[in-house]
C-alpha cells in the first residue's frame, strides 16, 4: 500500500534501467527465473547460517536482488512489447515459490519458530492467492492492504540485518510478518466484498 503511492514514480525510474536490458534483447522471462535463483540462494544462506551471522547480511541482500528483478521484468515485458498471458503467469507462480522458498530457509535455520514461519508462510501465499482470485472475478487488488509482496521483502531484508547484531529480531519479525499478512487478507476480503456487492 506504502509503496503502491509512488508505483508510477519507481516504474519511471525502472523504466531507465531496463532500456539497456531491452536493447540486447533480454528476456522478461529470463529476469524472472533469475530472480527465482537469488531467492534460493538467499534461503540456502539462511537455512545454513549455522552461526555465521555474515550470512544473514548476504541474504537479505539477495532477497533485495530478487524482489528488484521481480520488479523490473514487468517493466522490461512492458518497455520491449512483450506482455504475455503466460509471461503473467510465470511471474506469479515464480513470485510464490521464492516467497516459500526464503520463508523455509528461515525456519529450517531454525530463526523463528515453527509455528510463527508457517503462520507468515500461510498469510503471504494467501495474500497473493486473494489479488489472483478476485482478479478472476474482475477486482483489482493491487494496493489494497498493509503488506503486499514488495513490503515483505524489504521488511525481511530489514530485519535480517538487525539480526545480524541481534539475532531474536528475525523471529519477533516473522511474528509481525505472520500478524501483518492476514491482516492484508482480511482488508482485501472486506474490499473485494464491498466491490462485488456495488455490481
Known amino acids: 500500500m506504502v509503496l503502491s503511492i509512488f508505483k508510477k514514480k519507481f516504474e519511471e525510474l525502472l ?13 522478461p522471462n529470463l529476469i524472472t527465473i533469475i530472480g527465482l535463483l537469488f531467492a534460493i540462494l538467499s534461503a540456502w544462506l539462511y537455512a545454513n547460517w549455522k552461526g555465521n551471522k555474515e550470512y544473514l547480511i548476504y541474504g537479505s541482500i539477495l532477497i533485495l536482488i530478487s524482489g528488484f528483478l521481480d520488479a523490473i521484468d514487468g517493466v522490461l515485458a512492458r518497455t520491449m512489447g512483450k506482455v504475455t498471458r503466460f509471461g503473467g503467469f510465470l511471474d506469479s507462480v515464480i513470485d510464490r515459490y521464492s516467497d516459500v522458498f526464503i520463508l523455509s530457509g528461515i525456519v529450517m535455520g531454525a530463526l523463528c519458530q515453527l509455528e510463527v514461519g508457517l503462520a507468515a508462510l500461510i498469510g503471504s501465499l494467501m495474500v497473493s492467492y486473494s489479488r489472483s482470485r478476485a482478479e478472476m472475478e474482475g477486482v483489482n487488488l493491487s494496493g489494497i492492504g498493509l503488506f503486499e509482496r514488495a513490503e515483505r521483502i524489504i521488511f525481511l531484508a530489514i530485519i535480517s540485518l538487525i539480526a545480524y547484531r541481534w539475532l531474536d529480531a528475525l523471529n519477533y519479525g516473522i511474528i509481525i510478518l505472520a500478524i501483518l499478512t492476514h491482516i492484508t487478507l482480511i482488508q482485501r476480503i472486506i474490499y473485494y466484498k464491498k466491490k462485488v456487492e456495488e455490481i
Open 15 to 27: 523504466k531507465k534501467i531496463v532500456i539497456p536490458l531491452s536493447s540486447i534483447g533480454a528476456s
